[in-house]
């Protein structure tokens, strides 16, 4: 699966963030090097949620952090506003930060134990001064307010909170530098169920009210759909599948979304996941396999797919790209039809 | 569906139980401790005040007696008064035992840091410092400065001190590397903060708790160094409870008067025994739940 | 739902109750919990962290610790486990009843081959040598779907992806045919699509082996195709017990229905508004005696802060503990009742906004 070329780009929108031809690889000693991100290109236009979805070690999160530099990029690059991220050193990288913010998926992990949950959703504010002292109480209780923490315990430490509260404060943090994008990695997977919806209708809000731009990763694909406008599927580094979040679910051609969708325990009634036979364990990153990566495992492969590299296409004239030689075929009202 | 500017978001208040869990207590053993440790720390800040007579003063009573209500601790070879030469030994070795660890604290603690947070290139070469100071011989590298050099309080300080640097130094390392990798301190780098910052607001108060332990720890190790180095007659020139135990160690006085040495030692005993139960239940203390439920 | 028979009763629990002392008070983990298990079926029980489930597994496993206070039968196959001499419990758990835990690495030990540690299991047990039991567990690592098993034997866990080393616990837990396995979470820790190879090894190895099986998990969707029935817990009580379909379509609890309402469907279109359940699970240490779930729920009325409703209806069949169930004339009464006040009989805030769907 390979998912290289730039179909999936857009001209015609406002488009915030560009990322092409994304390649990040990790160090694992005596010269091997994990192929985390093998080249990928995508776009975030302004006011959407792009969800990211895909397995453990497909790149998901290396592709969020990288975009913030968290993650050393090899080659590619992350335009943002005329900025390439992927050059930015030092000051130059540092100015931009306030606009890229992030959720992370622990939420206990991602407060500083010792520091009163005001200083930690204050903490931006003190770094970039914000007209010295005006910011103070008032807006760090608004935003308190506005995440549903009460600020008269701004004096308590983490600890003392449940861990859909600690996202809240994670999310009031990324808030009080009023960012344009906001990007949100797994930030609900380590809560109760009864709890997700609280957090993921709280990002809903703060999008609309603080007009922010998600990037939004998660391996639970009913999550990612709920929040998404377009969705990318990754596959060991690569992307197989975008489009629109409700085409792609509807009409998934990529052998690898029908066996990501055939694999929820509850499919959906509507969804074709036909064909979406899974078989066999994730190859190493390290020596990712030649040609289309999902060629280990997909029941339509043949020789082409061990040897080409297939390229991001178009499907129809929707918002639907497809790297895949052989799509599985849309089935419209059970009839087989390409 | 809901307007934005309507969704009731709910407040919510912290969880109770985890709140009152965390009511941790020091312990009574904490307290009697630190009583001890208080109670030495304003005996020899005071001692000139006090009633215990100059420690240096011969024949203060009869030589080589037991302990006697004039002299509590008994008096050594000479006659002077074991008790007040404890009290003004400790002033020597309590100074000696703070500045050192102080010292391994500050240059310790910050190359450890540095090497924890920046890793890589200057990671090697700050560990690699570590290693060489914790392979070569301390007692010899004492022995060398001190022979060298003079023997006044700050040298044999401070040559204690390079040798707390490496533990410290190592200990302070190994948390950074830890946490380092903590969301919170990735949060941090996407806020802005700079390096300084980060290490200085986010690390130093997680890191610092292990290494308030050990400097409690080490502190005793020091005090138990200057001993050392005293009973090779290679410290301070001056009475310390090193100095006090040499001078009783002699193979008539562990005989006849084995007061004279182990009465410096129980105190020092007592002392150690203290910082190292402190530094435990400060560790245990600050030992925060990371995780609610 | 099989009416349960003495004859072909698996298990029997009985009004189980475990307690925690802390110094802060005593932990209500578990409260009369009540079950039956037919032989060969699938039950699969439901509930966040800290409603209970895993202290109830643990607690038929025998795994609590000594400060646990328990009360209530469990009867495995007519004889009270909890009641077992010492020498019939040496080869009891592990034997006849096992368990697979969430992360396969609890269970394995890192410094020793795969084949070691299945054979060890049958050596302590059934007594085999060494060579025979060294075959078996390849036997077995082949039955539970390892490829090349041969190979696998000589393996440490460290060597095995997540999914292979959960089947390698598999395989050690059938070493012995037992007649129950309990599941506790045994796939949250893997993908979904290894997921799904695990719970269709697990339903098939259940019918050939005529084992029955407790599948322990927080997500409703594991256990909808999983089970023949599902039982919700909450803050340590069972809550509702039916069969799935009944579950999903005609739930009782306001608290099955609020949770099925509030996860993400991968049916409805993008944006659909979520529906989440305000507040969050209760603590467990010295609870009023009320409804645990009143006050995060939407049907609430004065009578549910009064007492503790009791599960009733038709056992094997539906049975929920709510006086104002879901679903039916006497709920839709209470809920309109709150939403005309704009408030429940706890005090919470609620508004027609989020209950249409």
């Known amino acids: 699966m390979a998912g290289s070329g730039h179909a999936p780009l857009r001209e015609d929108l406002e488009v915030l963030l560009t990322v092409r031809d994304l390649e990040v690889e990790f160090p694992v000693g005596k010269g091997a090097v994990v192929h985390a991100v093998s080249g990928i290109s995508f776009d975030v236009a302004e006011g959407e949620t792009l969800g990211i979805v895909g397995e453990s070690g497909c790149g998901k999160s290396t592709v969020a952090k990288s975009i913030i530099r968290l993650n050393d990029i090899k080659g590619g690059t992350v335009d943002y506003q005329g900025n390439d991220l992927a050059q930015l050193e030092g000051e130059d990288l540092r100015s931009l930060r306030p606009d890229l913010q992030m959720i992370f998926q622990d939420p206990i992990s991602s407060l500083n134990p010792r520091r009163k949950i005001r200083q930690v959703i204050s903490e931006g504010l003190a770094v970039w001064g914000d007209e010295k002292g005006s910011w103070s109480q008032s807006r760090i209780e608004e935003l308190m307010l506005s995440v ?94 975008i489009g629109n979040a409700n085409e792609l679910y509807e009409n998934p051609r990529h052998p690898y979304t029908r066996a990501l969708l055939a694999a929820i325990p509850e499919p959906a009634p509507t969804v074709d996941v036909s064909e979406g036979d899974i078989s066999g364990e994730l190859p190493s990153p390290i020596n990712p396999p030649v040609g289309c990566r999902f060629n280990t495992r997909c029941s339509h492969a043949t020789d082409v797919c061990f040897t080409d590299e297939p390229e991001m296409q178009r499907v129809g004239d929707s918002d639907h790209y497809l790297a895949c030689h052989h799509p599985v075929a849309v089935s419209i009202n059970g009839q087989q039809a390409v | ?98 500045i050192a660890i102080a010292f391994g604290m500050v240059v310790g603690g910050t190359l450890g840091m540095v090497a924890g947070y920046f890793r890589g290139r200057v990671d090697q070469v700050i560990s690699f410092m570590f290693f060489t100071l914790l392979s070569f011989p301390g007692l010899i590298l004492a022995l060398l400065i001190t022979s060298t050099f003079d023997r006044t309080l700050r040298t044999v300080s401070l040559t204690l001190g390079v040798l707390a640097v490496a533990p410290v130094g190592r200990l302070a390392r190994a948390a950074t590397l830890v946490f380092a990798e903590r969301e919170f301190v990735q949060a941090a780098r996407v806020i802005g903060a700079k390096h300084f910052r980060i290490m200085t607001r986010e690390l130093l108060p997680v890191v610092l708790i292990p290494m308030a332990a050990l400097a409690l720890l080490g502190m005793g190790v020091a005090i138990v160094a200057e001993g050392g180095l005293a009973f090779l007659q290679l410290s301070v020139e001056d009475i310390s409870w090193g100095v006090i135990i040499n001078d009783g160690r002699g193979i008539r006085d562990l005989q006849e008067n084995p007061h004279v040495a182990l009465m410096p030692i129980g105190v020092m005993f007592l002392t150690i025994l203290a910082l190292n139960f402190a530094g435990d239940r400060v560790r245990e203390y600050f030992d925060v739940r990371e995780t609610a439920f | 739902m099989a009416q349960v028979s003495a004859a072909n009763t698996q298990l029997l629990v009985r009004d189980l109750t475990v307690r925690f002392p802390t110094t802060r008070g005593t932990v209500q983990a578990v409260n009369g919990v009540t079950f039956d298990l037919a032989k060969g079926a699938s039950l699969g029980i439901v509930g966040e962290s800290g409603s209970g489930k895993s202290v109830t597994a643990k607690t038929l496993m025998n795994l609590l610790p000594r400060t646990a206070e328990v009360s209530g039968d469990v009867i495995f196959e007519g004889e009270d486990v909890r009641r077992l001499a010492l020498q019939g419990r040496e080869h009891f758990w592990g034997v006849k009843m096992t368990m697979v835990f969430q992360d396969p690495m609890t269970s394995l030990n890192p410094v020793k081959k795969c084949g070691e540690q299945i054979a060890e299991t049958l050596r302590y047990h059934l007594k085999r040598d060494k060579k025979t039991a060294l075959a078996e567990a390849e036997d077995l690592l082949a039955q539970v779907g390892i490829p090349e098993p041969g190979k696998r034997v000589n393996q440490y866990p460290h060597e095995l992806s997540g999914g292979l080393r959960q089947r390698v616990v598999i395989a050690m837990a059938l070493a012995c045919e037992p007649s129950l396995l309990i599941a506790d979470e045994p796939t949250t820790a893997v993908d979904v699509t290894v997921q799904k190879h695990l719970l269709d090894l697990l339903d098939k190895l259940r019918e050939d082996r005529g084992m029955s099986m407790i599948l322990i998990t927080h997500d409703l969707g594991v256990a909808r195709g999983r089970c023949d029935e599902i039982a919700v817990m909450y803050a340590g009580r069972l809550v509702e017990r039916s069969a799935p379909e009944t579950l999903f379509s005609d739930s009782r609890h306001p608290y099955t229905d609020a949770l099925l309402r509030s996860i993400p469907r991968i049916e409805q279109p993008s944006h659909t508004r979520l529906e989440p359940i305000p507040g969050r699970p209760p603590e467990l240490i010295n609870p009023p005696e009320q409804c645990a779930y009143a006050p995060r729920c939407r049907f609430a009325q004065a009578d549910c802060l009064e007492s503790i409703p009791d599960i009733s209806g038709v056992a094997g069949m539906h049975e929920f503990a709510c006086f104002h169930p879901a679903n039916t004339d006497r709920g839709r009464e209470a809920l309109a009742s709150n939403l005309a006040s704009g408030r429940t009989a706890t005090g919470l805030e609620i508004s027609s906004a989020g209950a249409s769907s």
């Open chain 1, 148 to 241: 549903g923490i009460d600020p008269k315990f701004g004096d308590r430490r983490p600890h003392q909170f449940s861990g859909g509260q600690c996202q809240r404060i994670g999310i009031a943090r990324a808030l009080a530098l009023d960012p344009k994008v906001l990007i949100c990695d797994e930030p609900v997977s380590a809560l109760d169920v009864s709890v997700q919806a609280q957090v993921l209708n709280l990002l809903e809000d703060m999008k609309k009210r603080y007009g922010l731009t998600l990037l939004f990763i998660s391996h639970d694909l009913s999550v990612v759909k709920n929040v998404s406008d377009r969705i990318i599927v990754m596959y060991l580094g690569k992307a197989c599948e």
């Open chain 2, 1 to 98: 569906m809901s307007d934005v500017e309507n969704a009731h978001v709910e407040i919510m208040t912290p969880d109770d139980m985890v709140d009152d869990a965390v009511k941790k207590r020091l312990g009574i053993g904490f307290w009697i401790a630190v009583g001890w440790l208080g109670v030495l720390v304003a005996t020899v800040a005071f001692a000139p005040f006090l009633p215990f007579g100059d420690p240096d003063k011969l024949a203060a009573g009869p030589p080589r007696t037991g302990p006697s209500l004039d002299n509590w601790f008994g008096t050594d070879a000479l006659g002077r008064d074991v008790f007040a030469r404890t009290v003004y030994g400790a002033r020597v070795s309590l100074v000696v035992g703070f």
